[in-house]
């Protein structure tokens, strides 16, 4: 999928493509540098971080392993409330293993710091977190994030994972939709 497939449903490109692959080059290398002797365990959070994880991981040399879990924080709508339901659990133990989480974005940060307590309880021996994107209201929580690609607006963003009712998960970049979309 690309612009041109959108037509008029694009309204602005927030991150290209280029600058996504990039970004990640950069927190490949910096991931490495962290975790130099021990062995990964990446978490991916489905569905949205499936484009970031097939892309950071293909970058990493750290020995790793891979696991997804689903989550669906209660609360109406958009906005989360921090009570978050497993609708898929990891497949592998977490007792003394270094888990990072892989994220699509932050938004208000609550269901990462549930995640991240929840794993921690499990007998982790660390948790951290990498997202592709941030919004602003995530910094004012104490969510601590070590691999931030982006920071941007608080606006409703699609592409690179991130659909709006299960559309648009593979443009490859960043982008907000024209006001008529959500009219539909
Ligand atoms: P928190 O708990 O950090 O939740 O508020 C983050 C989750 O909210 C969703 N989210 C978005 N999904 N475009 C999307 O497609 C967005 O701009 C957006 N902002 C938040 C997403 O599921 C994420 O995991
Ligand atoms: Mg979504």
Same mark, same amino acid.
């Given at each position: 999928m690309d612009a041109t497939d959108m037509g008029d449903s694009l309204q602005d490109v927030l991150v290209t493509a280029e600058q996504m692959d990039q970004r990640l080059d950069e927190l490949a290398a910096q991931i490495d540098g962290d975790y130099a002797g021990r062995e990964v365990l990446l978490v991916g959070v489905l569905r949205g971080a499936v484009m970031v994880m097939a892309d950071?991981?293909? !970058?990493?040399?750290?020995?790793?392993?891979? %696991?997804?879990?689903?989550v669906s924080s209660y609360g109406s709508g958009t906005k989360s409330s921090g009570v978050v339901r497993i609708l898929k659990d990891l497949d592998q133990d977490v007792t003394d293993r270094h888990v990072l989480i892989v994220e699509d974005i932050i938004d208000s940060g609550l269901t990462l710091s549930w995640l991240r307590a929840n794993l921690l309880s499990r007998g982790a021996a660390s948790v951290e977190i990498a997202t592709a994107l941030r919004k602003p209201k995530a910094v004012k929580v104490a969510?601590?994030? !070590?691999?931030?690609?982006?920071?941007?607006? %608080?606006?409703f963003v699609v592409g690179y994972g991130l659909d709006y009712d299960e559309q648009y998960r593979h443009l490859p970049f960043i982008g907000t939709l024209a006001p008529h979309v959500y009219e539909n």
């Open positions: 950071l991981s293909r !970058k990493l040399h750290t020995p790793l392993q891979m %696991d997804w879990m689903a969510v601590d994030v !070590k691999y931030v690609g982006f920071e941007i607006p %608080d606006e």
